[in-house]
Protein backbone atom coordinates (compact mmCIF):
# COMPACT_ATOMS: atom_id res chain seq x y z
CA UNK A 1 0.00 0.00 0.00
CA UNK A 2 2.93 2.24 0.98
CA UNK A 3 4.60 1.49 -2.39
CA UNK A 4 1.41 2.69 -4.20
CA UNK A 5 1.02 5.77 -2.29
CA UNK A 6 4.52 6.51 -3.46
CA UNK A 7 3.98 5.62 -7.10
CA UNK A 8 1.12 7.93 -6.89
CA UNK A 9 2.80 10.89 -5.39
CA UNK A 10 5.83 10.06 -8.08
CA UNK A 11 3.09 10.49 -10.96
CA UNK A 12 1.43 13.32 -10.03
CA UNK A 13 4.83 15.31 -9.50
CA UNK A 14 5.54 13.99 -13.04
CA UNK A 15 2.27 15.39 -14.23
CA UNK A 16 2.55 18.79 -12.28
CA UNK A 17 6.03 19.11 -13.79
CA UNK A 18 5.06 18.53 -17.66
CA UNK A 19 1.99 20.61 -17.10
CA UNK A 20 4.31 23.33 -15.72
CA UNK A 21 6.65 22.51 -19.14
CA UNK A 22 3.58 22.51 -21.15
CA UNK A 23 2.09 25.91 -19.98
CA UNK A 24 5.65 27.89 -19.82
CA UNK A 25 6.37 26.95 -23.45
CA UNK A 26 3.09 27.70 -24.74
CA UNK A 27 3.56 31.09 -23.23
CA UNK A 28 6.65 31.50 -25.27
CA UNK A 29 5.12 30.17 -28.31
CA UNK A 30 2.81 32.47 -28.53
CA UNK A 31 4.89 35.14 -28.50
CA UNK A 32 7.78 33.91 -30.08
CA UNK A 33 5.41 33.08 -32.78
CA UNK A 34 3.86 36.72 -33.33
CA UNK A 35 7.03 37.96 -32.91
CA UNK A 36 8.20 35.72 -36.12
CA UNK A 37 5.29 36.22 -38.21
CA UNK A 38 4.45 40.05 -37.62
CA UNK A 39 0.67 38.93 -37.12
CA UNK A 40 -1.07 37.93 -34.71
CA UNK A 41 -3.50 35.41 -36.12
CA UNK A 42 -0.98 31.93 -35.11
CA UNK A 43 -0.67 33.02 -31.73
CA UNK A 44 -4.39 33.59 -31.53
CA UNK A 45 -5.49 30.36 -33.14
CA UNK A 46 -3.16 28.55 -30.98
CA UNK A 47 -5.42 30.00 -28.06
CA UNK A 48 -8.17 28.80 -29.89
CA UNK A 49 -6.70 25.26 -30.08
CA UNK A 50 -5.86 25.60 -26.46
CA UNK A 51 -9.14 26.08 -25.28
CA UNK A 52 -10.37 22.83 -27.28
CA UNK A 53 -12.20 21.41 -24.19
CA UNK A 54 -14.30 24.55 -23.88
CA UNK A 55 -16.16 23.89 -26.60
CA UNK A 56 -16.47 20.50 -26.21
CA UNK A 57 -19.53 19.87 -24.67
CA UNK A 58 -23.29 19.46 -25.26
CA UNK A 59 -24.78 23.11 -27.25
CA UNK A 60 -26.91 23.35 -23.87
CA UNK A 61 -23.84 24.08 -21.81
CA UNK A 62 -21.56 25.60 -24.12
CA UNK A 63 -22.15 29.56 -23.40
CA UNK A 64 -21.62 28.07 -19.55
CA UNK A 65 -18.28 26.39 -20.52
CA UNK A 66 -17.35 29.52 -22.44
CA UNK A 67 -18.29 32.31 -19.66
CA UNK A 68 -16.18 30.07 -17.04
CA UNK A 69 -13.39 30.16 -19.09
CA UNK A 70 -13.21 34.45 -20.64
CA UNK A 71 -11.41 35.39 -18.23
CA UNK A 72 -8.63 33.11 -19.41
CA UNK A 73 -9.28 33.97 -22.92
CA UNK A 74 -9.04 37.61 -22.45
CA UNK A 75 -5.65 37.62 -20.63
CA UNK A 76 -4.12 35.10 -23.62
CA UNK A 77 -5.58 37.19 -26.14
CA UNK A 78 -4.35 40.41 -24.04
CA UNK A 79 -0.66 39.17 -24.20
CA UNK A 80 -0.66 38.13 -27.71
CA UNK A 81 -2.41 41.19 -29.29
CA UNK A 82 0.53 43.79 -26.83
CA UNK A 83 3.23 41.48 -28.26
CA UNK A 84 1.70 42.60 -31.25
CA UNK A 85 0.97 45.96 -30.80
CA UNK A 86 4.86 46.48 -29.15
CA UNK A 87 6.43 43.83 -31.58
CA UNK A 88 9.37 46.61 -32.44
CA UNK A 89 9.81 47.16 -28.45
CA UNK A 90 11.72 44.62 -27.47
CA UNK A 91 12.07 45.51 -23.53
CA UNK A 92 8.34 45.25 -23.73
CA UNK A 93 8.30 41.81 -25.55
CA UNK A 94 10.72 41.08 -22.49
CA UNK A 95 8.36 42.03 -19.86
CA UNK A 96 5.15 40.35 -21.22
CA UNK A 97 7.43 37.16 -21.53
CA UNK A 98 8.07 37.04 -18.49
CA UNK A 99 4.62 38.05 -16.95
CA UNK A 100 2.84 36.07 -19.55
CA UNK A 101 4.81 32.64 -18.23
CA UNK A 102 3.73 33.41 -14.83
CA UNK A 103 0.84 33.89 -15.59
CA UNK A 104 0.44 30.45 -16.82
CA UNK A 105 2.82 29.01 -14.75
CA UNK A 106 1.33 30.10 -11.38
CA UNK A 107 -1.09 32.77 -11.30
CA UNK A 108 -4.05 30.86 -13.50
CA UNK A 109 -3.34 27.37 -11.26
CA UNK A 110 -4.62 29.06 -8.34
CA UNK A 111 -8.00 28.64 -6.79
CA UNK A 112 -7.88 31.06 -3.92
CA UNK A 113 -9.62 34.10 -3.50
CA UNK A 114 -6.14 36.18 -3.64
CA UNK A 115 -5.63 35.35 -6.58
CA UNK A 116 -8.72 35.04 -8.15
CA UNK A 117 -8.46 38.45 -7.57
CA UNK A 118 -4.96 38.80 -9.14
CA UNK A 119 -6.72 36.62 -12.28
CA UNK A 120 -9.78 39.56 -12.62
CA UNK A 121 -7.76 42.20 -12.08
CA UNK A 122 -4.92 41.34 -14.89
CA UNK A 123 -7.98 40.47 -17.14
CA UNK A 124 -9.53 43.95 -16.65
CA UNK A 125 -6.38 45.69 -17.03
CA UNK A 126 -4.83 44.31 -19.89
CA UNK A 127 -8.51 43.60 -21.97
CA UNK A 128 -9.13 47.10 -21.56
CA UNK A 129 -5.29 48.37 -22.52
CA UNK A 130 -5.92 46.28 -25.84
CA UNK A 131 -9.41 47.31 -26.53
CA UNK A 132 -8.28 51.12 -25.74
CA UNK A 133 -5.19 50.55 -28.65
CA UNK A 134 -7.44 48.50 -30.98
CA UNK A 135 -10.74 50.85 -30.99
CA UNK A 136 -9.68 54.38 -30.87
CA UNK A 137 -10.28 54.30 -34.48
CA UNK A 138 -13.60 52.36 -34.27
CA UNK A 139 -16.75 53.65 -33.02
CA UNK A 140 -17.60 54.49 -28.97
CA UNK A 141 -20.00 52.37 -29.14
CA UNK A 142 -17.45 49.25 -29.71
CA UNK A 143 -15.22 50.53 -26.62
CA UNK A 144 -18.16 50.58 -24.62
CA UNK A 145 -19.25 47.33 -25.57
CA UNK A 146 -16.08 45.60 -25.25
CA UNK A 147 -15.08 47.62 -21.50
CA UNK A 148 -18.63 46.24 -20.19
CA UNK A 149 -18.12 42.66 -21.16
CA UNK A 150 -14.68 42.65 -19.53
CA UNK A 151 -16.35 44.47 -16.40
CA UNK A 152 -19.02 41.92 -16.37
CA UNK A 153 -16.54 38.84 -16.92
CA UNK A 154 -14.25 39.88 -14.10
CA UNK A 155 -16.80 40.91 -11.91
CA UNK A 156 -18.16 37.15 -11.49
CA UNK A 157 -15.16 35.94 -11.95
CA UNK A 158 -14.36 37.49 -8.44
CA UNK A 159 -18.02 37.16 -6.81
CA UNK A 160 -18.18 33.48 -7.63
CA UNK A 161 -14.68 32.85 -5.81
CA UNK A 162 -15.74 35.42 -2.73
CA UNK A 163 -19.03 34.10 -2.31
CA UNK A 164 -18.57 29.78 -2.22
CA UNK A 165 -22.33 29.39 -1.39
CA UNK A 166 -23.13 30.40 -5.10
CA UNK A 167 -25.65 33.38 -3.88
CA UNK A 168 -26.91 36.06 -6.36
CA UNK A 169 -23.66 37.38 -8.40
CA UNK A 170 -25.67 38.45 -11.60
CA UNK A 171 -26.73 41.93 -10.55
CA UNK A 172 -23.33 42.78 -9.10
CA UNK A 173 -21.45 41.62 -11.90
CA UNK A 174 -23.79 43.71 -14.33
CA UNK A 175 -23.61 46.70 -12.18
CA UNK A 176 -20.01 46.59 -12.13
CA UNK A 177 -19.92 45.72 -15.78
CA UNK A 178 -22.31 48.98 -16.67
CA UNK A 179 -19.63 51.17 -14.22
CA UNK A 180 -17.08 50.30 -16.48
CA UNK A 181 -18.98 50.68 -19.92
CA UNK A 182 -20.04 54.11 -18.38
CA UNK A 183 -16.53 55.29 -17.45
CA UNK A 184 -15.38 53.97 -20.85
CA UNK A 185 -17.79 56.29 -22.55
CA UNK A 186 -16.88 59.60 -20.88
CA UNK A 187 -13.35 58.58 -21.37
CA UNK A 188 -13.61 58.30 -25.08
CA UNK A 189 -14.01 61.88 -25.61
CA UNK A 190 -10.99 62.29 -23.99
CA UNK A 191 -8.70 59.48 -24.32
CA UNK A 192 -5.41 59.93 -22.18
CA UNK A 193 -2.53 57.36 -22.42
CA UNK A 194 1.02 57.29 -20.48
CA UNK A 195 4.24 56.32 -22.50
CA UNK A 196 6.65 54.58 -20.79
CA UNK A 197 9.29 53.25 -23.04
CA UNK A 198 7.21 52.62 -25.57
CA UNK A 199 4.38 51.48 -23.73
CA UNK A 200 0.82 52.25 -24.00
CA UNK A 201 -0.57 52.75 -20.90
CA UNK A 202 -4.50 53.61 -20.85
CA UNK A 203 -5.78 56.12 -17.83
CA UNK A 204 -9.49 53.69 -18.34
CA UNK A 205 -7.24 50.55 -17.26
CA UNK A 206 -5.80 52.66 -14.38
CA UNK A 207 -8.95 54.18 -12.95
CA UNK A 208 -11.00 50.69 -13.60
CA UNK A 209 -8.34 48.63 -11.33
CA UNK A 210 -8.52 51.36 -8.90
CA UNK A 211 -12.38 51.01 -8.85
CA UNK A 212 -12.03 47.15 -8.55
CA UNK A 213 -9.42 47.12 -5.60
CA UNK A 214 -11.94 49.55 -4.00
CA UNK A 215 -14.45 47.36 -4.39
CA UNK A 216 -13.37 44.41 -4.27
CA UNK A 217 -12.02 44.92 -0.38
CA UNK A 218 -15.47 46.45 0.40
CA UNK A 219 -17.50 43.16 -0.72
CA UNK A 220 -14.84 41.22 1.38
CA UNK A 221 -15.26 43.48 4.65
CA UNK A 222 -18.93 42.90 4.15
CA UNK A 223 -18.54 38.86 4.16
CA UNK A 224 -19.40 37.30 7.23
CA UNK A 225 -15.83 36.30 8.89
CA UNK A 226 -13.73 39.04 7.44
CA UNK A 227 -10.45 39.62 8.52
CA UNK A 228 -10.86 42.99 7.23
CA UNK A 229 -10.76 45.99 9.38
CA UNK A 230 -13.05 48.77 7.91
CA UNK A 231 -9.66 50.77 8.56
CA UNK A 232 -8.29 49.13 5.11
CA UNK A 233 -11.50 49.36 3.20
CA UNK A 234 -11.47 53.36 4.18
CA UNK A 235 -7.75 53.37 3.18
CA UNK A 236 -8.09 51.85 0.11
CA UNK A 237 -10.93 54.28 -1.24
CA UNK A 238 -9.19 57.20 -0.15
CA UNK A 239 -5.76 55.77 -1.80
CA UNK A 240 -7.88 54.94 -4.95
CA UNK A 241 -9.57 58.61 -5.21
CA UNK A 242 -6.22 60.28 -4.12
CA UNK A 243 -4.29 58.39 -7.26
CA UNK A 244 -7.30 59.22 -9.68
CA UNK A 245 -7.17 63.05 -8.53
CA UNK A 246 -3.67 63.24 -8.99
CA UNK A 247 -3.51 61.94 -12.55
CA UNK A 248 -6.91 64.07 -13.48
CA UNK A 249 -5.13 67.36 -12.39
CA UNK A 250 -1.25 66.51 -13.17
CA UNK A 251 -1.53 63.86 -15.62
CA UNK A 252 -4.21 64.25 -18.31
CA UNK A 253 -2.09 66.33 -20.37
CA UNK A 254 -0.34 63.79 -22.50
CA UNK A 255 -0.73 61.68 -25.53
CA UNK A 256 -4.77 61.71 -26.02
CA UNK A 257 -6.28 59.28 -28.43
Given at each position: ?18 H??L ?8 I ?16 A??K ?10 L?L ?40 A ?5 N ?6 L???M ?10 QL ?16 G????R ?10 G???LP???F??T??S??F??SF ?16 I ?6 L ?44
Amino acid sequence: MAKFLEGGRSSSAISDILHLILNVGFAIVAIALVVLTGVPWPSLALVAASKWRTFAVRPYFLWLSIRANLVDIIVNCSFVLLAYLNITNYIALFALVILYVCWAAVIKTKNELFFAKLQAGMALFLGLTVAVQLSYELPNVVLVAIAGLIGYVVARHFLIALDDEGGKIELPALCFALTIASLAFITSFWQVVYIIDGIVIPQLAITALLISLFASLYLEYLQEGSKLEKVEVVFAGVFAGLIQLIMLVSFSSGVVY
